[in-house]
Structures are given as structure tokens and as C-alpha cells.
């Protein structure tokens, strides 16, 4: 079955300082990957680009740096669940692009999903605030008047974002997702071979109204002289290959302003066969099946696809023969044919390129399986249509070897080489040079080891695959949200998602220093020196409208007795030599003799200072930073200070978050614990 696309093909716009604009020429046409038929056009020619940086930097920067992160997060949820009610328009789309129905699914739902997940993310990790406070207070002076704190706030400028042409949803959502969590509006400027996909995306957020103006812009076609009028307070992201990236960094505005530039290419990534697992070992079984699926999934045109695959010399040839086996079993033809399992590269210019670079590693490696002159497709068109075999290669000497290190055949073909130790094999991955993912399949903990360890320093991420992980496993080619996504060298250097990691990505981060009232009136958190508020209320009497940082209580003391040391023990089971044994606790040099059990001390510490009675706080949902500073003795007098130090409404409830610095400590004013405690207190009474 065969789908026909559109018979008038459509003018693809861009969206600049708030409208849909077409460019003034006709259009380069945009073909079907399995027919060859136009699809769209698309021109940028006559968009002015400096304006539209400035509307980004004057109007949507605003409004998104209006919003806490917390609202921000929850717009993200908002924009997840439009787009997943229209998600069949972008499916019938994708089909055009080569993609198969299970193509698009990691492309469309899976970037739907990255917005959903770092929607999550932003509400459960980031406070309800504009800025972000990272780590504790610096002491700068010996008496506390002068101290230090790093703060990030949204940058004011512009992210652009250029994107490959392989995953047109992803790769928009994956870098839109923390660059608005980060308070910061995008440029999107995806790869024109599929940008019909990214624009339909684009038009259907501009629809929902869920963006503020200016929060997101689309060109379609040449980005023209856009990077000639970037700043210091822009970004820009690239995705593609390793040469396109380097010319683009060296970009006379993005050098001399310092401009932030993250890069994803080209990547030969690795996969490695353990020693272990040899034939008829479910590790070896899943090997096979992991190295097909990279070269099949989207026509292996995936920066993480395995590209080099070693295994021990004694089963190089079983892996050959059942990849061969595995592979011929692929229906090749049109994504619109419910029997396809694999689809065209994206065009016909991709063929020819992946087939040059067939050609280059033909020089030092043999194709074992997939002839690539020899096409067989069940569906689509063999003349205008980009088919390309799955083809498999073997490289017998790989340390002899440049080209099986260097030469990337962006499509559907892999590269088999032998190795004699697992030293050898840590040593091929190395020769790519820098990846953006590595695999190991292993059920030896020693080989896990070694391998990862060895390859770690040349692989953003690495994946161990055995038969305890088989059903769960995400696989080697799937970058998920909350692990970091690039890798050093050839792969570009740079970082994409890992969780919150990416949104700082997007904010500057800034040494404050000062006098503690006036830092924590700056981030909102109170820390030691600053301001403090006893009224006769106690804190757990206030809401959220009520409270206030800074609010304080001092609790009366409790004396720690030898009887209740022995109860604590007998009732919890804790029988620690320390508390029970005068004679070995003597012994031990941080003692000195019998104390009190920390937790007893927390414990005493909460009942001296815990209202009881039902009001505004609602839980205790845990302790953070508990330390145990001095110990607690038979005769010792507790008494506690407790402060509220942050207060965190939660969007869309009528509860919030309350984090209290309670410090513990005896008759002498040594403290002899310090933790945080976490509450759950409602908006109102």
C-alpha cells in the first residue's frame, strides 16, 4: 500500500514576532520518503531575524520570567496534554517523513513525554519561585555578618535551537522542555527535510494559547544572518554533524559575545558482547535483537544507533550469522503499509550519502549480510523511493583500522569487529573518538566493571544489558529524560536533558555575597545571621498566608536520662554496644562512655517542639541533612531552635511545602544535631 501525498503541496511558514509569515519565494519542495512525491515547500527568504530575537528577548522573555517554576512546570503539563489529543494528526504526518507508526511513537510521544516529565520534575525539584538557590551559604567572615550564595536566574535572551532532521517532535520538545522551565523563549529552527512535522507541531502549541507571546518561534528554511545578532544572553543548541557544528560555533558573534553553544553530532557509538556471553546465553540472544533494532528503528538514522559492534573473536561469526538471520527478516517498504517494519532514510540525497560511506568502509571491512544492491521492499517506490538494506559489515584486524573509527554511515549499517580481551575491546571504543552512548551485554560483574569503567571517560552514557533488565530495559539507543544526553569529542561536548542539570543550562549562575538578612531577603530562604521572628504564636499555629521566614521557636529543655536511654533501646531494638555498655563505650575514642541514641535526640527534639493540637500543618514528609554533631550524655539538657526557612505553595492545592532548620542543642549551647525538617502546611486556616 502505497499513501500519496498531499496533491497541492503546502507553503510551509515560519513564526516570528507573533505571526505566521511566508517567505518570498516559491519553495524548495519537500519530498515523501517512499515516493518521492512533494509533500510541502518551504523558504525563510525576507524574515527579518534580528527582529524576531528581539521580540523573543522583549516579549516573551517577560512574560515567562513573570512565572514561578512551578507554573511554568505545570504550563508544560498543559502543553503535554494538547498535544497528546492531536497526536494522530502528527502521526499520519510522520509516515511521509520514512518513519513507521513505532518511529513515531518514540519521536512524537516519546517528545510529548519529555515535556510531561520535566513538568513533573519542575514542581517535585524546584522551588515556587523566579530563581533558584544552589547550595548552602558560604561563611565568608568569622562572625557570620558576611557570607556567600550562588543564585541562577533566567538568562534574557534568546534560545535558539537548531535541530537534526531524524526526530522533527523530540529533538523540538526535548530542548523545549528545560528551556522553558528555565524561564527562557526558544527559536526553533529544525533540518528542512522534515520541518512539515515540526511546523504542524508548532502550529498546533500556537493554537492552544498555553505559551505567553513570544515563548516560542519557528523558521522554516535558512536561518539567513540569525546568528550574526546573538548575545551573551542567548543560547544556542545544535544537533547534526560534527562539521556543521564546529562552523556554526566559530560564528564571529557567538566568539567574540562568549555565547553559550551546546553541541550534539555525530557519534560512533559502541556496543560490546561480554566475554561471557556466548551463544545460547539470553545475554548473547539479547545482543543480536539490540544491535538490529538500532539499525532498523527510524532506518538507523539515530545519533545513538550502535555503529561499531565488538565481540569476542570465538563468536564473531555466530553474532554474523544470527544478525544476518535476524535482519533478513525485516520487511522493508512505505511506513503507510501496516506490514513495513522498516522505513526509507529520509531522502534520496541520504541514500546516496550512506551508500558513499558504505563505500569507505568497504576498504577495510567486508559486507556480511545486506546486500546493499540488492533492494527488496514489500511496498513504496524502489526508484524514488529512499530504500536502503540494513547492511552489516566485518572488520577481522579493527586495531589495524581508521575508517571503521572514523566513517559514519548514518543509516542502517553496522560494523562487526573481533577482540581478544575485554582490555582490547575497552580500547576500540576508544577509537571513536567520543560518544554519546556505549553498551555492554554482560552477566559478569567483573566484565560490568571493567568495561564501564574503561569506557566511561569517552561516553556520555553507558548501558549494561543482561537478562535480569531484559523486560525493563530501555535499551541502548533511548535517551531518557532525567540521564544526561551528549558525550565528549567527536560527539560534541556538550549536554542535553538530566533532569534539572539542563535547565540550569539556561540560567546564569551568580556569587551573591552579603550580610545574611540581606541574602536571604534576596533568595527568599532564611539562613543562619538573618532576621528572626518570636511573636508568642507558635509556627505550627500559621498557614501559609500567616507564616513567614524568619518565624522562630526556642522550646523549653528536657533533661536526657540513663532510664530513658535503656527504654529507647529495649522498645526500638537498638542495642548499640555505645548505649548499653559503659566499659566498651569508654573505649571507644569518640565517646568516652554511654550516650543517648540519635535518634532518640531527633526524637525529643520533635516532641519539644511539635504542636499537637490539628491546625495548618498537615505532615511531616522528612528530614534532610541530618547530622549528629556532639554526643549526648546521661544528665544532658536539650533544647531546640526551630525556624522556618522556606516556604514553597505548591500550584493548583490548598497546601505547600515548609522546610524548618532545627538545630539541637545542650546546656552548654554546643549543638548536637542540625537537620531540616519538611512539612506539608495548608494555604489557609
Known sequence: MNAQAPTAPRRLESHVCGEWVRGQKDGVPLLAAATGDPVALIDSTGIDFAAALAYGREVGGPALRAMTFHERALMLKELGLALMKVKEEFYTESLFTGATRGDGAVDIEGGIGTLMAYSSRGRRELPNARLLVEGAAEGLSKDGTFIGQHILTPLQGVAVHINAFNFPCWGMLEKLAPTLLGGMPALIKPASQTAYLT??????????????????????GSTGDLLDHVTCQDVVTFTGSAATGRMLKTSPAII???????????????????????????????????????????????????????????????????????????????????????????????????????????LEAEVVAGNPDDLRIISGSAEKGAFLNPVVLYCDKPLDARAVHDVEAFGPVSTVM??????????????????????????????????????????????????????????????????????????????????????????????????PRLIAAVTGQWTEGADTQVDGTHPFRKSLAELRIGDQLITAERTVTMAD?????????????????????????????????????????????????????????????????????????????????????????????????????????????????????????
Not at 538490529?292 to 545519533?303: D, I, S
Not at 555466530?318 to 529520509?346: C, F, N, S, T, W
Not at 525493563?472 to 534539572?500: D, F, K, N, Q, Y
Open 199 to 220: 511546523e504542524l507541531m508548532v502550529r498546533r502549541i500556537i493554537e492552544s494559547g498555553i505559551l505567553p507571546r513570544g515563548a516560542l518561534q519557528l523558521i522554516c
Open 256 to 362: 567574540e559575545n562568549s555565547v553559550r553553544f551546546t553541541m550534539e553530532a555525530d557519534s560512533l557509538n559502541a556496543a560490546v558482547l561480554g566475554p561471557d556471553a556466548g551463544p545460547g546465553t539470553p545475554e548473547f540472544d539479547l545482543f543480536v535483537r539490540e544491535v538490529a533494532r538500532e539499525m532498523t528503528v527510524k532506518a538507523g538514522q539515530k545519533c545513538t544507533a550502535i555503529r561499531r559492534v565488538m565481540a569476542p573473536r570465538a563468536h564473531v561469526q555466530a553474532l554474523i550469522a544470527a544478525l544476518g538471520e535476524r535482519l533478513g527478516k525485516v520487511a522493508l517498504g512505505d511506513p503507510h503499509d501496516a506490514g513495513a517494519r522498516m522505513g526509507p532514510l529520509a531522502s534520496l540525497d541520504q541514500v546516496t550519502e550512506v551508500r558513499a560511506r558504505i563505500r569507505d568502509l568497504s
Open 418 to 515: 573481533p577482540y581478544d580481551d575485554v582490555a582490547e575491546a575497552v580500547a576500540l571504543t576508544h577509537r571513536g573518538k567520543g560518544s554519546l552512548v556505549a553498551s555492554v551485554f554482560t552477566n559478569d560483574p567483573t566484565v560490568a566493571h571493567d568495561v564501564v569503567v574503561g569506557m566511561a571517560p569517552f561516553h556520555g552514557r553507558v548501558m549494561i544489558g543482561n537478562r535480569d533488565s531484559a523486560k525493563s530495559s530501555t535499551g541502548h539507543g533511548s535517551p531518557m529524560p532525567g540521564l544526561v544526553h551528549g558525550g565528549p569529542g567527536r560527539a560534541g561536548g556538550g549536554e542535553e536533558l538530566g533532569g534539572i542539570r539542563s535547565v540550569r543550562h539556561f540560567m546564569q549562575r551568580t556569587a551573591v555575597q552579603g550580610t
Open 565 to 685: 536511654i535503656e527504654h529507647f533501646a529495649e522498645f526500638t531494638g537498638d542495642t548499640f554496644y555505645a548505649h548499653l555498655d559503659e566499659a566498651a563505650a569508654k573505649a571507644n575514642p569518640f565517646f568516652g562512655g554511654r550516650v543517648a541514641h540519635g535518634y532518640l535526640v531527633v526524637s525529643f527534639a520533635a516532641g519539644l517542639f511539635v504542636d499537637p493540637a490539628p491546625g495548618p500543618v498537615l505532615a511531616n514528609y522528612g528530614v534532610d541533612g541530618l547530622r549528629f554533631l556532639t554526643p549526648v550524655y546521661p544528665g544532658d539538657s536539650l533544647k531546640v531552635r526551630l525556624t522556618c526557612k522556606q516556604i514553597t505553595p505548591r500550584e493548583g492545592a490548598d497546601h505547600g511545602e515548609v522546610r524548618w532548620d532545627s538545630q539541637v542543642t545542650n546546656q552548654r549551647g554546643d549543638v548536637v544535631a542540625q537537620y531540616d525538617v519538611l512539612t506539608m502546611v495548608a494555604k489557609t486556616r
